[in-house]
């Protein structure tokens, strides 16, 4: 890197550690920023319209107004909008500081943002405005994950951490919505309808404060001007993602890989409908699934750090198409609750090998908005991967889910065929793949 490189990673906020700093000062940066990470993925997953309030908004739509899979699927599936346009968060931010910073601002903004539009959703039982309260949340929940991303993916290059970083985020996203799930199921099982929705909304609506005192302490990023050199700088970081013919096989490999008719809506109604299980099992089987996370966040350095990412990318599909596939042995609440650990653990891996593969190709100086266009990829591909899998559940396999379970294994598997296409070689995790010159 030339000087003329290092002042403009100054005008554009670059961490505050130089990028020669001694080993010390760099274990301290990654501990600030594990700590940091923790704090924004358990308001993730506590706080997103998939985390605590997910079952108690599930069963309010159902039991209240009697909704179906497929409108049920719908009505979440307008949150997922916000996630799918999180490249223009990352643009924004790479582009324009907000009162001197890239990130901390917005993810200031954002959070704030959070807590109004969940203390907005206790006083609301009326779909149509729910809706907006809602989004808000989801909106604000984006942002903070765009930006969130845009920190991982510059100060995991630069320190060779990206592999670890992801495993942090995810690990206590999971801690987070094993705890919500518990909570949700809880409150749904002991709580009318409405009742759990509103006390689920006031919990998670204190939630985004943990990540207002993160982003004040514990973010290294320097205050900077709008200046027509550093725009110059992410302009050229930017072009760099567009031309690059590895960003645009990443991005087709995504989104195959993520799309895989869900059964997430299908499973809920059988589980409630078929099985009989009550509410507060079902809780307790997402927090069994979130520990099936933890477990393989907690295993993943000692059995698959030292993988190449090729590899990883296999064996998470392996994974992902056994677990998928033996949910045809679903049929008591033991066989759910190994079941739901499988897949927790599965899911795991899936996630730290995609969101490294996405992480160690964006190139510098946009951060931001490359790591966010792969990451809406994949939450658009399972958006309407959850909307096929409703569809198929009720209009052609006519509530029953064991032909939905073999159409998605057999889509999983189908990623096996994709890998090859990304010519990875042996190229280890988390080293940068793509450098601007």
């Keep these: 890197m030339n000087s003329s490189d290092t002042a403009a990673d100054k005008r554009l906020g670059a961490p505050a550690t130089a990028p020669h700093a001694d080993g010390a000062a760099d274990h301290r940066l990654v501990e600030r920023l594990l700590w940091f990470f923790a704090l924004v993925y358990i308001v993730e997953g506590m706080g997103q319209v998939v985390g605590l309030i997910s079952q108690p908004l599930t069963y309010f739509l159902k039991q209240v107004h009697g909704w179906t899979p497929v409108q049920v699927t719908a009505f979440i599936t307008l949150f997922n909008l ?13 582009f324009l500081p907000l009162f001197g910073y890239r990130r901390k601002s917005y993810l200031l903004l954002a959070n704030a943002a959070a807590i109004a539009g969940y203390m907005w959703a206790t006083q609301i039982e009326a779909p149509n405005v729910l809706v907006f309260a809602l989004m808000i949340t989801a909106y604000a929940m984006a942002i903070s994950s765009t930006l969130c991303g845009a920190v991982l993916v510059e100060n995991g290059q630069r320190l060779r951490e990206s592999g670890r970083f992801v495993n942090q985020q995810w690990l206590w996203f999971n801690v987070a919505a094993m705890a919500a799930a518990l909570v949700g199921g809880q409150l749904v099982q002991h709580l009318p309808p409405a009742s759990a929705l509103h006390v689920a909304a006031a919990i998670v609506g204190v939630a985004p404060l943990a990540v207002i005192f993160g982003t004040l302490f514990l973010i290294p990023e320097r205050k900077v001007a709008i200046d027509l050199a550093g725009m110059r700088a992410t302009a050229r970081g930017l072009l760099a993602a567009f031309k690059r013919r590895e960003l645009w096989v990443i991005a087709l490999f995504i989104f195959l890989y ?36 933890v477990v393989g966040a907690l295993l993943y350095r000692r059995l698959f750090g030292g993988l190449t990412l090729k590899n990883l990318l296999n064996v998470s599909i392996a994974f992902g198409v056994v677990t998928t596939a033996a949910y045809l042995l679903l049929s008591t609440e033991t066989s759910a609750a190994i079941l739901n650990f499988c897949s927790g653990f599965a899911a795991m891996l899936a996630t730290v090998a995609t969101l490294t593969l996405a992480a160690d190709y964006a190139p510098q100086r946009a951060e931001g908005f490359t790591f966010a266009v792969l990451m809406s990829i994949i939450n658009f591909a399972t958006t309407l991967a959850d909307n096929a899998g409703s569809f ?10 064991t032909p939905l379970v073999i159409v998605s294994a057999a889509f999983t598997a189908f990623a096996f065929v994709l890998v090859p296409l990304l010519r990875l070689g042996d190229k280890p995790q988390s080293e940068p793949a793509l450098r601007i010159a």
């Design 82 to 94: 916000p996630w799918v346009i999180k490249p223009l968060y990352g643009l924004v931010s790479d």
């Design 258 to 293: 993520y799309f895989s008719p869900g059964f997430a809506t299908p499973l809920y109604y059988h589980m409630t409908d078929k099985l009989k299980f009550s509410q507060a099992y079902i809780g307790i089987l997402g927090s069994i699934a979130s520990a099936g996370w």
């Design 392 to 401: 198929l559940y009720t209009h052609l396999f006519h509530s029953n889910l």
